[in-house]
């Protein structure tokens, strides 16, 4: 649904459907990749699926340590063997490798969020709808939507131990498991869904930064969000599923309809007809505007700037709209619609895309102090003591990474 999730939108702006590149700049083995990401089971069902036309050939060892020149020699000649199957593989195979990788990564992050696997359907639901999206990998084309599956997901993510809708995803993983967790996850829920988050042509990095900052919440930083954000599984952009896009359009809209308060909208240059803000979550909004349940929107206008000593582009709110009717959206600024103005909203949002894996890599970091700390307190009790240390800090000036916005504590 969404450009940043699924790649390039409805209006041709671009999206997320990039793959992260590796450390070192060398691309993985897409074997390699796949052995990683799901088992030797995957890599022999790959190669099983793939034919004979495509021979996966392994240099066997030597049975003694070889000299530094033949170890060399050999190392090349791996590299070229690999680049070699890397060429032959099909775009079937492609897709295929991408799909497990996005499915082990789903996997990964539902396991994190403890109470899933217990809630009824929602891992049935998981497997259902995984089992579509491969069927439309495998078809190249939408093969129907199982609206079953979505329908368990979603049931999933709102039931009263999760409220994934309504609360940050790092939030809870560090929660969970707490003394009073549940009574938390209440208030805490109640008073996130108050300080609601969305944004248009410019990722979500600012509004996850301003949620977090402030207790309140944003799609693709909350539990449901968060989950499937970026996984494209091995599809070109979503509109390849009806699935995929099925299921966006009902984690956004759901997000929305649980919104009480105020909602900020952040939006680079104004309004674009075709975005997900426009069709999708300003209707849903108004909506609740007119019944009561929201007070109103607040949209707040970004412009982009070039960062003097060479950085991302720098992006400053410069005006704030208070938005209650349609006719007040109407008014909005709208953004440009030019070739220029596209090609540098791609690079902004490939931008944002990379301050939003700073933003999640910073919360795990938390997270795992916040584990170190709570199993040192359990391991020793009211034995543990601290005591003052004459060392100097050590972290250096101008160390720490910068806020993806300028007014940010710390920025540049």
Same mark, same amino acid.
């Given at each position: 649904?969404?450009?940043?999730r699924?790649?390039?939108d409805?209006?041709?702006t671009?999206g997320s459907g990039?793959d #992260?590149? #590796?450390?070192?700049?060398?691309? =993985?083995p897409?074997?390699?990749a796949?052995q990683?990401?799901?088992?030797?089971?995957?890599?022999?069902?790959?190669?099983?699926?793939?034919?004979?036309?495509?021979?996966?050939?392994?240099?066997?060892?030597?049975? &003694?340590?070889?000299?530094?020149?033949?170890?060399k020699?050999?190392?090349?000649?791996e590299?070229?063997?690999?680049?070699?199957?890397?060429?032959?593989?099909?775009?079937?195979?492609?897709?295929?490798?991408?799909?497990?990788?996005?499915?082990?990564?789903?996997?990964?992050?539902?396991g994190?969020?403890d109470?899933?696997?217990?809630?009824?359907?929602f891992?049935?639901?998981?497997?259902?709808?995984?089992?579509?999206?491969e069927a439309?990998?495998?078809?190249?084309? %939408?093969?129907?939507?199982?609206?079953? =599956?979505?329908?368990?997901?979603?049931?999933? /993510?709102?039931?009263?131990?999760?409220?994934g809708?309504?609360?940050?995803?790092?939030w809870?993983?560090r929660?969970?498991?707490?003394?009073? /967790?549940?009574?938390?996850?209440?208030?805490?829920? =109640?008073?996130s869904?108050?300080?609601?988050h969305?944004?248009?042509?410019?990722?979500?990095?600012i509004?996850? !930064?301003?949620?977090?900052?402030g207790?309140?919440?944003?799609? !693709?930083?909350?539990?449901?969000?968060r989950i499937?954000?970026g996984?494209?599984?091995?599809?070109?952009?979503?509109?390849?599923?009806?699935?995929?896009?099925?299921?966006?359009? &009902?984690?956004?809209?759901?997000?929305?309809?649980?919104?009480?308060?105020?909602?900020t909208?952040?939006?680079?240059?104004g309004?674009?007809?075709?975005? @997900?803000?426009s069709?999708?979550?300003?209707?849903?909004?108004?909506?609740?505007?007119a019944?009561?349940?929201?007070?109103?929107?607040?949209?707040?206008?970004?412009?982009?700037?070039e960062? %003097?000593?060479?950085?991302?582009v720098?992006?400053?709110? @410069?005006?704030? /709209?208070?938005? #209650?009717?349609?006719q007040?959206?109407?008014?909005?600024?709208?953004?440009?619609?030019?070739?220029?103005?596209?090609?540098?909203?791609? @690079?902004?949002?490939?931008?944002? &895309?990379?301050?939003?894996?700073?933003?999640?890599?910073?919360?795990? !970091?938390?997270?795992?102090?916040?584990?170190f700390?709570?199993?040192? /307190?359990?391991?020793?009790?009211?034995d543990?003591?601290?005591?003052?240390?004459?060392?100097p800090?050590?972290?250096?000036?101008?160390?720490?990474?910068?806020?993806? #916005?300028?007014?940010?504590?710390?920025?540049?």
């Amino acid at each position: 649904m969404r450009t940043h999730r699924h790649g390039t939108d409805q209006d041709g702006t671009h999206g997320s459907g990039i793959d #992260r590149a #590796r450390p070192g700049g060398t691309p =993985a083995p897409p074997l390699l990749a796949l052995q990683r990401s799901a088992g030797n089971a995957a890599v022999s069902r790959l190669v099983t699926d793939a034919g004979s036309g495509d021979v996966v050939q392994r240099s066997p060892e030597p049975s &003694r340590p070889s000299s530094r020149t033949s170890q060399k020699s050999g190392d090349s000649q791996e590299t070229e063997s690999s680049q070699e199957s890397a060429h032959s593989m099909t775009a079937v195979d492609r897709r295929k490798i991408k799909f497990a990788q996005d499915k082990a990564e789903l996997l990964k992050r539902v396991g994190r969020i403890d109470v899933l696997k217990n809630v009824p359907g929602f891992l049935s639901g998981l497997d259902a709808f995984l089992d579509n999206i491969e069927a439309d990998m495998k078809a190249g084309q %939408p093969t129907g939507v199982d609206a079953g =599956a979505i329908d368990r997901i979603i049931e999933g /993510f709102h039931d009263p131990r999760v409220q994934g809708h309504r609360v940050q995803y790092g939030w809870f993983v560090r929660q969970q498991g707490k003394e009073g /967790f549940q009574g938390a996850l209440d208030r805490v829920a =109640a008073g996130s869904a108050e300080h609601g988050h969305l944004w248009s042509k410019m990722n979500s990095a600012i509004p996850t !930064e301003d949620a977090s900052v402030g207790h309140g919440v944003v799609l !693709e930083a909350s539990v449901q969000g968060r989950i499937f954000d970026g996984l494209l599984f091995g599809l070109p952009t979503w509109s390849a599923s009806d699935a995929l896009a099925a299921l966006w359009k &009902r984690l956004s809209t759901t997000y929305v309809q649980a919104l009480t308060g105020t909602v900020t909208a952040h939006a680079l240059d104004g309004t674009v007809g075709s975005s @997900v803000l426009s069709t999708l979550e300003w209707p849903e909004l108004r909506t609740s505007i007119a019944q009561g349940r929201v007070d109103g929107l607040a949209f707040v206008v970004y412009r982009s700037r070039e960062d %003097p000593s060479g950085g991302p582009v720098i992006l400053e709110p @410069v005006e704030t /709209f208070q938005v #209650r009717t349609q006719q007040e959206f109407d008014d909005l600024p709208e953004a440009p619609s030019d070739q220029a103005w596209r090609d540098q909203q791609r @690079v902004i949002d490939q931008q944002q &895309r990379a301050a939003l894996a700073d933003i999640h890599s910073r919360e795990e !970091e938390i997270q795992a102090l916040d584990e170190f700390v709570s199993d040192l /307190f359990r391991r020793h009790g009211s034995d543990l003591r601290f005591r003052d240390t004459s060392t100097p800090p050590n972290t250096r000036t101008n160390s720490a990474p910068e806020s993806p #916005r300028s007014d940010s504590p710390g920025a540049a």
